[in-house]
């Protein structure tokens, strides 16, 4: 089973306190263990010096000791041993042992409880053997090797404690830190959730301009609100885009279709003459025309980035092939073409002829009588098609609309014309990867340019 955020969060916080808590404590017992086991060596070599000096006075006053190189007679045994450790201060388990050579051999003697293990011959030193510091020192002017073994075991008691006191407090910890965890992921959670509840009554309701909770730039999740609102909006503008689009070629389209209803209605309502007749044909034959150029340019508006064509596209000869149509289209235009150097992009040649064709036929029918010049050249590193005309131009509201699909100027209503022309156009050079700016103002003309990047 998955767990939830809220949980793995709890979970992460506590396994992160759980591992500080063991590198601590770790690094808290070497620390301490260290400690401890220097002082437990400090004491040991303070008796381990008392008890020499004692055993050197004793040897310097002479007699038989029965070990070689020991001066005088004196004997050293058990006891004496014993008296040394005990005339040396506190014992806490303090134990003796002295090594020599008596005869040419090996010889020890050392208290009853000194431990067992404990090589003879070992290097000058501290030593840890068990629960227990030993010491080797060389008595001077002898060969002897005094040994004590210091009782160490407060040592092993203090780190068995401090282990006890881990695996108790390491638990106890992880438990803490879990509820913990768990109730300030759920605090931070907490816009998470109210962000949750918003998009779902969003999805419900289908209002995606409803305000956002948290959205702003304080924290993470505020920019992460803050963007889906701003996502949430962009949505909601291309649904009402989408909308009106609709709304308008609905319209457009309902038109010519009930025109073309009643004409062949009228047509079948009682007979006619063949003149008659071919002229509803033809009035029949333009509506169609019309709702054939209406769907195409929905098709083209609505064309797939992915279907777009990319063979190499003369744009001079598609100008001069939407000169030449323009000329036929209305003979009394004066329609000129610019063009003193081939231009070829890559790209689709159906969408730009069909840009380059409506941006000269916005020109050729809303600007009569004027001069129209299509213009295609260089110019940093894009191919431009501009067309201007020299007619009265529009008003600056008029010029920010144009371009929006199924928009037409009141004046321009009464044209062949669905305004798509210049909507087409713009996502004809979007679809390149290109621009469509239109410049105007009332007697100045109008100009439309179309700009692609070239291949470099």
Do not use: C
């Not at 008296?83 to 303090?94: F, K, W, Y």
């Not at 025309?289 to 990319?310: F, V």
């Not at 063979?311 to 000169?323: I, K, M, S, T």
């Not at 209305?330 to 969408?351: F, H, K, N, S």
């Amino acid at each position: 089973m998955r767990l939830t955020l809220r949980a793995r969060l709890a979970l992460f916080s506590a396994l992160a306190t759980a591992l500080a808590v063991v590198l601590v404590a770790a690094g808290l017992y070497f620390a301490v263990s260290g400690l401890l086991w220097r002082s437990q060596v400090q004491q040991a070599l303070s008796a381990a010096g008392a008890v020499q000096t004692r055993l050197e006075a004793m040897l310097r006053g002479g007699g038989p000791l029965g070990l070689e190189g020991w001066p005088g007679g004196v004997v050293v045994d058990e006891n004496d041993l014993e008296r040394v450790a005990d005339e040396s201060g506190p014992r806490s388990g303090l134990e003796l042992r002295l090594v020599g050579v008596q005869d040419g051999q090996l010889a020890q003697l050392s208290t009853p409880r000194f431990p067992a293990g404990i090589p003879a011959e070992q290097r000058e030193g501290a030593y840890q053997k068990n629960e227990q510091v030993i010491i080797v020192r060389p008595l001077r002017g002898t060969q002897a090797v005094l040994t004590v073994a210091s009782d160490a075991r407060a040592l092993g008691a203090a780190r068995r404690a401090f282990g006890q006191a881990l695996l108790l407090l390491l638990p106890l910890a992880l438990l803490s830190t879990l509820a913990l965890g768990w109730i300030v992921a759920g605090r931070l959670l907490r816009p998470v959730r109210d962000l949750e509840g918003a998009a779902r009554a969003i999805g419900s309701g289908g209002d995606l301009r409803r305000p956002l909770p948290g959205a702003g730039d304080t924290d993470e999740l505020a920019r992460l609100a803050g963007t889906l609102q701003t996502s949430f909006h962009t949505l909601a503008d291309a649904r009402d885009r989408e909308q009106a689009f609709l709304r308008a070629a609905a319209h457009d389209l309902r038109s010519p279709l009930a025109a073309l209803t009643a004409r062949v209605d009228g047509a079948l309502a009682r007979d006619r003459d063949a003149e008659r007749y071919r002229d509803d044909l033809r009035e029949i034959g333009t509506d169609i025309t019309r709702l054939s150029q209406l769907a195409n340019h929905l098709l083209l508006l609505a064309r797939d980035p992915a279907a777009l064509g990319h063979a190499p596209v003369p744009l001079r000869e598609l100008a001069a092939d939407a000169v030449d149509r323009a000329r036929e289209f209305a003979p009394e235009a004066d329609v000129d073409l610019d063009a003193p150097q081939a231009v070829t992009v890559p790209g689709d040649r159906v969408l730009l002829g069909q840009a380059i064709w409506n941006l000269t036929m916005n020109a050729v029918r809303h600007a009569p009588g004027a001069t129209v010049t299509v213009r295609v050249d260089w110019v940093s590193g894009h191919a431009r098609v501009t067309v201007h005309d020299d007619g009265p131009g529009v008003s600056g509201d008029v010029l920010a609309r144009l371009g929006e699909a199924f928009y037409r100027p009141d004046e321009s209503r009464s044209g062949d014309g669905h305004g798509l022309g210049l909507a087409l156009a713009r996502r004809a050079a979007e679809l390149h990867g290109g621009t469509l700016r239109l410049e105007s103002a009332p007697g100045q003309g109008f100009t439309a340019t179309l700009e692609v990047p070239a291949p470099s």
